[in-house]
């Protein structure tokens, strides 16, 4: 499962192999309203359902009732140097069904309180640049200097 080389077992040497899979998952918010129970996961290529449901069971300790995989094609898109077509690699998308008990409820990542820090910080950049413009037009021979910068 790994392709990373280990030095050979032997005798009386401590045993120094560490094996990691090659396996991703990443977990994807849905384009289309799913079912609470039901959780999508991008994963690698060569995964499949019985190594999903393995995955999830033995390393978190998620019960999985049932795992539908399909493979989507990646988006083709035109070059902006040559104007030759480019498509990216296809990967495999996972849906996860949990026991009908459990629901997952996707994280929110963007709360409303750093939101409104955000729009804080937005109206004192603005403040910034209406400054700037006001004290940029005051000496029309020196455009562009501040008014610091006097002589």
Do not use: C
């Amino acid at each position: 499962m790994s392709t990373r080389w280990y030095p050979l077992y032997r005798r009386g040497n401590p045993q120094l192999r560490v094996f990691l899979p090659n396996f991703y998952m990443k977990l994807i918010k849905p384009r289309d309203p799913q079912p609470k129970n039901v959780v999508q996961f991008e994963v690698s290529m060569q995964m499949t359902k019985f190594d999903i449901k393995n995955y999830l069971e033995k390393i978190y300790n998620v019960p999985v009732e049932n795992v539908v995989t399909h493979v989507r094609m990646g988006q083709v898109n035109r070059s902006k140097f040559g104007g030759y077509l480019v498509k990216e690699d296809d990967f495999k998308v996972a849906y996860v069904s949990l026991p009908a008990t459990e629901t997952f409820e996707f994280p929110d990542l963007f709360p409303e309180e750093k939101k409104n820090e955000e729009d804080k910080q937005m109206e004192q950049i603005e403040n910034l640049k209406k400054d700037w413009e006001t004290n940029k037009g005051r000496d029309k021979h020196r455009q562009g200097a501040p008014s610091w910068l006097g002589l």
